[in-house]
């Protein structure tokens, strides 16, 4: 009876193998162009990738660059274009670009807690 549930198993599930269809980062995609806006060469890589970005206006989409490859997966081109600025979030097939947030500058802060109404400090309290 276990061999039966064995060998079921086994051919339902495609012999033992699952695949996965790679995420847009993954897919490897050829340009024809490696020179021009990164707006214009998002729409190719949109064309070539058979999916579309979207972004909002914080993304430089006018600023011309130059590619050094013209062969590579979608996230390595994002990383040469955004060298790090960005993330994205898959929806579908869409492309969500966004803008990483500046870390605010660490501030050192240093005090006493004092008693409202004495004005002496509290003992045992530190800021």
């Known amino acids: 009876m276990n061999r039966w549930i064995i060998i079921l198993t086994f051919f339902l599930t495609g012999s033992g193998s699952i695949f996965c269809q790679p995420g847009i980062l ?3 995609v050829k340009l ?7 707006g214009s060469i998002l729409d190719e890589l949109g064309k070539k990738g058979s999916f579309v970005f ?7 989409h006018n600023k011309h660059i130059q ?15 955004f060298q790090g600025d960005i993330y994205c979030v898959e ?8 803008q990483k947030t500046k870390i605010p500058e660490v501030y050192l802060v240093r005090g006493k807690v004092m008693n409202a109404l004495t004005k002496e400090p509290i003992p045992g309290v530190t800021v």
């Open 91 to 98: 929806f579908g097939n869409k492309l969500l670009i966004r």
């Open 26 to 28: 993954d897919k490897k």
């Open 67 to 81: 590619l050094k490859y013209s062969r590579q997966t979608v996230r390595q081109f994002l990383d040469e274009i």
């Open 54 to 60: 979207s972004y909002g206006q914080t993304i430089p």
């Open 32 to 38: 024809e162009t490696t020179e021009g806006t990164i």
